[in-house]
C-alpha cells in the first residue's frame, strides 16, 4: 500500500520544470486531493536544491480524473539567498486542476517556542483500524464502503473512536494518530511529501463532525477548495504524528478547518489550514 503512495510520488520527468504523475484508485471519484498536493511538492522539490520546504498554499481548481495522467508545471519563481520560491500548475486535459506556490528555506538557527501537544492516549491503545473499519462498514452508505474497505497506505487511529465513528460527540474538534503504513527511508524531502499527502485525509472531517454529518453523505457536497501548510521542525512520517484538528467556523456553504500535526515527543511538525465547500445537495 505504501510502496503504490511512493510510485506515485516518483514523478516521471517529461522536460526541464515539467513532470507527469499518475493516480491510482483510493475508491473515489475523483483524485484524491491529497495526491494532488503530494505531487505538485514533489515536482517542486525536485527543481530545488539543498532547501527544504517551509511553507505551501494552493487551491484546488477543477475535480481530477483519476484514469488520465497529471502533469504538473514548475515556475521557478524565485532563487534567493535564503529562500526559494516555486509555483506548480497541476494540468489535465489541457485545464489546470490545481495550483500551489512553495517556498524553501535554508536550515538556519533562531527563537523557539511552541504550543503544547494535547494529553492523549498513546496509539498503541488505542484500536487498531482493522476494528475501526469494521465498525464502519456496518452502517457505511454505499460511496463509502469502496474507500474503506481497501487497504490505504496512511493508517489512522482516531483519539475518540465512537465519535468518528458514530458521530455520537457533534463538535468541530477531533485528534487522530497517523502514520505510513511503511517504512520511508530517510529522505526527508520524501516525508515531507508524504505527510502533505496524508493532511488531506481527515481535515474537511472536522466540519462535519460538529454536524454529524459524513464526508460520504450523499445529501452533501463536499470538496478541499484550498490548502496551506507549513513545516516547523524534522519529522518521520513512518513514525505516529498527532493530527489536531478544528473547525472554528462553517458558513455559507464553506467551513474552514485547522490542523496543528505533533511528533511523538510532543514536538509541533506542522501546520494545516484548509477551506472545504460543504453545500446540501437539493433532492
Known amino acids: 500500500m505504501t510502496n503504490d503512495l511512493l510510485s506515485i510520488l516518483d514523478l ?22 491529497g495526491q494532488v498536493i503530494g505531487q505538485a511538492l514533489m515536482a517542486a522539490s525536485r527543481t530545488v ?34 529562500f526559494t520560491t516555486r509555483r506548480v500548475v497541476a494540468i489535465q486535459h489541457g ?14 538557527d533562531g527563537f523557539e517556542h511552541q ?9 498503541e491503545t488505542l484500536p487498531d483500524e482493522a476494528y475501526l473499519v469494521a465498525e464502519i462498514l456496518k452502517t457505511a452508505p454505499a460511496s ?21 465513528i458514530n458521530r455520537a460527540h457533534p463538535s468541530p474538534r ?18 515531507r511529501c508524504v505527510l502533505a499527502y496524508a493532511s488531506d485525509l481527515t481535515l474537511l472531517d472536522a466540519t462535519l463532525l460538529a454536524h454529524g454529518r459524513w464526508v460520504f453523505d450523499g445529501s452533501l457536497q463536499v470538496a478541499s477548495l484550498d490548502h496551506a501548510m507549513w513545516f516547523h521542525r524534522p519529522f518521520r512520517m513512518d513514525d505516529w504524528l498527532l493530527y489536531v484538528e478544528d ?26 489550514a484548509q477551506e472545504g465547500l460543504v453545500r446540501p445537495v437539493a433532492r
Do not use: C
Not at 520546504?53 to 534567493?80: C, N, Q
Open 49 to 82: 536544491d539543498e532547501r527544504l520546504v517551509h511553507s505551501l498554499h494552493g487551491y484546488f481548481l477543477r475535480p481530477g480524473d483519476p484514469k488520465a495522467p497529471i502533469i504538473y508545471d514548475v515556475e521557478r519563481i524565485r532563487d534567493g539567498g535564503s
Open 95 to 108: 485545464q489546470p486542476i490545481f495550483s500551489m506556490a512553495a517556498s524553501f528555506h535554508l536550515v538556519e
Open 174 to 191: 477531533q485528534a487522530i494518530w497517523i502514520r505510513a503504513r511503511e517504512a520511508l527511508g530517510d529522505d526527508p524531502v520524501l516525508h
Open 12 to 33: 516521471e520527468p517529461l522536460e526541464h520544470n515539467l513532470f507527469r504523475g499518475r493516480s491510482y484508485d483510493p475508491g473515489w471519484q475523483r483524485v484524491f486531493g
Open 247 to 272: 473547525s472554528p467556523s462553517a458558513q455559507g456553504a464553506r467551513g474552514f478547518n485547522r490542523g496543528s500535526l505533533f511528533d511523538r515527543a510532543g514536538r509541533l511538525i506542522a501546520s494545516t
Open 115 to 123: 504550543i503544547a501537544m494535547p494529553d492523549v492516549a498513546a496509539p
Open 144 to 164: 463509502a464502503r469502496a474507500f474503506w474497505a481497501r487497504k490505504r497506505p496512511i493508517e489512522i487511529r482516531p483519539v475518540d473512536p465512537e465519535a468518528f
